[in-house]
């Protein structure tokens, strides 16, 4: 349904202070983003939008009738609007630090930070852009320009935050087991998995797809009861790794042979 900024401030909520919205790829994209899960809740309205044209519009366009725009996909969405909310947010963040510094050292200079999120319901994580660097939408277009500058990539790259859902079922146990033991093998892989789904439906790339294929086929074969051992067995020989430390063995065993 199209509308215009004028009708838009007509139907603002009372207290509200930005114009929302948000640029993808497709109409379909926006309208199922994950950014939108809390602002829907809220009952907040969002513009979607999904012309290339827009992306470069909205750089520009900073308010209209003395409302501020606000891009929901950047970090520094606050949607508390009470006491009682401010205190709860501030409660799960707390709760959840470990956890945030756990993922950080996991995923390293992937993200810049990893913080608790307030703009998710449903889903378990997002990945959200420095305020003054581009969007996920804004990387896409530039990547897919024939001839851009390959170096102005370098210093407009998104600085990528990880947004966690405190209340999604998947972060409140991967908390417990970080709470049980922080250097568990599968918290790792958990966390993986999670920013490489949250890359995906946050409107980026994935950097290296055929490792994300891995991770997705080991759960596979952990939801149908497949020991890893067995597939490693047919392996051809030259995809053993080496051994480890154990060198001086090694060429003990060359001189029998």
């Not at 994935?206 to 596979?220: C, G, K, Q």
Request: charged share 35%; glycine share 6%.
């Amino acid at each position: 349904e199209m509308t215009s900024l004028k009708d838009y401030i007509t139907r603002m909520k009372e207290g509200q202070e930005f114009i929302y919205f948000v640029c993808g790829e497709t109409k379909k994209a926006v309208e199922e983003s994950p950014f939108l899960e809390s602002l829907k809740k809220k009952g907040l309205e969002v513009l979607l939008m999904s012309d290339p044209m827009d992306e470069y519009a909205m750089q520009q366009l900073k308010e209209f009738e003395g409302k501020k725009f606000k891009n929901i996909t950047k970090e520094g969405l606050d949607l508390a609007t009470d006491e009682e909310e401010k205190k709860k947010q501030e409660e799960l963040t707390k709760a959840n630090e470990q956890l945030c510094t756990v993922i950080k050292d996991t995923l390293g200079e992937k993200v810049e930070k990893v913080a608790t999120s307030q703009r998710l319901s449903s889903s378990p994580c997002v990945i959200v852009t420095g305020e003054f660097g581009w969007t996920a939408n804004m990387e896409r277009i530039m990547k897919a320009q024939a001839l851009r500058n390959s170096g102005m990539g370098s210093y407009m790259t998104s600085k990528k935050t990880l947004e966690i859902n405190p209340t999604h079922p998947i972060v409140t146990e991967l908390r417990k087991k970080v709470e049980k033991d922080k250097s568990d093998k599968t918290v790792k892989d958990l966390v993986w998995l999670l920013y490489e789904t949250a890359l995906l439906t946050s409107g980026f790339n994935l950097d290296e797809p055929n490792t994300f294929a891995s991770r997705i086929h080991r759960m596979i074969k952990l939801g149908l009861a497949i020991d890893e051992t067995e597939t490693e067995a047919d392996k051809p020989e030259d995809d053993i790794p080496a051994l480890e430390e154990e060198g001086g063995d090694a060429n003990e065993m060359e001189k029998v042979d």
